[in-house]
């Protein structure tokens, strides 16, 4: 049991990042202030050769394009992770939804900005030149009925686990032949340029692991758990297998809610835009505590809940008036 192992007078906390898709445009304009990040976009920009602030407060169609989404996500969620620990928070594990898992290692301290966002750039720019393909969400549906569909029909995968909704992955063409043959209720286009977390994607796994293997990892400060071992770990290496193998395998986060929770996990935080991590996490286990971190102001809101927590607690009666 996690619970066990992490003795800690705070309720066990997770750290959750969420994938490629979960970008929003404006996402970081309110980071731009303060002089952390001003910090960052300089190295960022020397890195890239790009700006990532422009990025973040255009319209530009150019975010939906993995070698752009990918750095701009990284930069975002690690400023966020920064704030967090400046506020004095930490977590107990962390843990990623695909490409998230860069930014989790970054909050378990495996590497630094820099390296982590060279490490991004890379794998950004081996993704962007994946053929094209497409991946989008369905809600409602006949769920064996799909399964089968997918199984009569080339090169379209169910990239996710989850019982609520489904997400295909593959080309175009296999995508709207298996949407011709089952009744959706809602179909939702995710935002990304190629058939992530299938066969269609390990070219871009054989050529990525090559890069992977160059770049030296930290001992991590917390457990990282494996979403495709389903185990938390400290191993380096493993942890490296891991980040090859999730390139072009589904992607189990129920499975994974469901073993973090059965660890004795009570509080999660997503560190970025969204809470769709932490909705399947809270239908597992509807006690479960969670918040969304997108922004200075939703730390600010948690310290102040955690303040108050205290007060009640070393002054009940004050609380009560």
Same mark, same amino acid.
């Given at each position: 049991m996690l619970l066990s192992s992490l003795q800690t007078e705070k309720k066990p906390t997770?750290?959750?990042?969420?994938?490629?898709?979960?970008?929003?445009?404006?996402?970081?304009r309110e980071l731009l202030n303060f002089p952390l990040t001003q910090l960052r976009l300089q190295q960022a920009e020397y890195i890239l050769g790009w700006s990532i602030s422009k990025l973040?407060?255009?319209?530009?169609?150019?975010?939906?394009?993995?070698?752009?989404?990918?750095?701009?996500?990284?930069?975002?969620?690690?400023?966020?992770?920064?704030?967090?620990?400046?506020?004095?928070?930490?977590?107990?594990?962390?843990?990623?939804?695909?490409?998230?898992?860069y930014v989790a290692l970054y909050a378990a301290e495996a590497y630094d900005f820099e390296?982590?966002?060279?490490l991004i750039k890379k794998r950004a720019e081996i993704m962007s030149r994946l053929p094209q393909g497409s991946m989008v969400t369905l809600i409602g549906y006949d769920r $064996?009925?799909?399964?089968?569909?997918?199984?009569?029909?080339?090169?379209?995968?169910?990239?996710? /686990?989850? !019982?609520?909704?489904?997400?295909?992955?593959?080309t175009s063409e296999a995508i709207t032949s298996v949407l011709s043959r089952v009744a959706i209720d809602r179909v939702v286009p995710l935002?990304?340029?190629?058939?992530?977390?299938?066969p269609l994607v390990e070219t871009a796994a054989e050529e990525f692991e090559e890069i992977l293997d160059t770049v030296d990892f930290q001992p991590f400060s917390i457990p990282v758990f494996c979403s495709v071992d389903l185990t938390l770990s400290f191993n380096i290496n493993q942890i490296k297998r891991n980040l090859i193998q999730q390139i072009s395998q589904p992607v189990r986060w129920q499975m994974i809610s469901e073993t973090l929770v059965m660890q004795g996990i009570q509080?999660?935080?997503?560190?970025g835009c969204g809470q769709g991590l932490l909705k399947v996490m809270k239908q597992?286990?509807?006690?479960? $505590?969670?918040?969304?971190?997108?922004?200075?102001?939703?730390?600010?809101s948690m310290v102040i809940r /955690?303040? !108050?927590?205290?007060?009640?607690?070393?002054?009940?009666?004050?609380?009560?008036?």
């Open positions: 997770v750290w959750v990042f969420p994938g490629q898709g979960s970008q929003k445009l404006g996402m970081g973040w407060q255009s319209d530009d169609h150019q975010l939906s394009h993995t070698q752009y989404t990918q750095p701009c996500l990284y930069v975002f969620m690690t400023l966020l992770v920064d704030f967090l620990k400046r506020s004095g928070y930490q977590p107990n594990v962390v843990s990623g939804y695909s490409f998230g898992e390296t982590g966002l060279k $064996e009925k799909l399964k089968q569909v997918i199984l009569d029909t080339p090169n379209v995968w169910l990239a996710n /686990d989850n !019982l609520k909704y489904a997400i295909l992955s593959g935002p990304v340029s190629a058939a992530f977390h299938t509080e999660a935080l997503q560190i597992i286990d509807p006690r479960l $505590e969670i918040n969304n971190i997108g922004s200075t102001a939703d730390i600010d /955690d303040q !108050l927590r205290k007060l009640s607690i070393a002054n009940p009666e004050i609380v009560e008036r």
